[in-house]
């Protein structure tokens, strides 16, 4: 088993349960993990033995420009869409940041973290 991750992708988005955060958006950042079999990959040298990370951040941008409320959802999608898409993927973690948050104090982000686990049928 391995991991890869892409940390800090920066996303200017839409997200939040406040009007003006719908017409201003604001500065979001995506942290993802993912496990997986990289035992092939390193041995063959070739993209197709791999997650892509292309693909990976492809998910991610795409779906924080579909604009929710909660971060939750936004990081519910990505979860559901990696897996999905990626089939060789095991294990899942996503923590989404919302950069200076507009809840009436001095707060550099707020964070979610949502992990998920595929179970194989054996």
Do not use: Q, W
């Not at 920066?10 to 993990?33: A, M, N, P, Q």
């Not at 492809?58 to 409320?69: L, P």
């Not at 999608?77 to 989404?96: F, H, M, N, Q, Y």
Request: aromatic share 4%.
């Amino acid at each position: 088993m391995g991991t890869i991750r892409l940390k800090n992708i920066r996303t200017y988005s839409y997200h939040g349960c406040l009007i003006e955060e719908g017409k201003i958006g604001s500065d979001y950042s995506v942290d993802l993990e993912i496990k997986t079999n990289l035992k092939h990959s390193s041995e063959s040298d070739n993209l197709k033995d791999t997650v892509d990370y292309v693909h990976l951040n492809t998910i991610v941008v795409e779906e924080m420009a579909i604009r929710s409320n909660l971060l939750e959802h936004v990081a519910k999608r990505i979860i559901d869409r990696a897996l999905a898409e990626l089939e060789t993927v095991s294990k899942i973690k996503v923590g989404v940041s919302k950069i200076n948050p507009p809840i009436g104090g001095d707060v550099e982000a707020v964070t979610i973290e949502m992990e998920e686990e595929r179970f194989y049928n054996l």
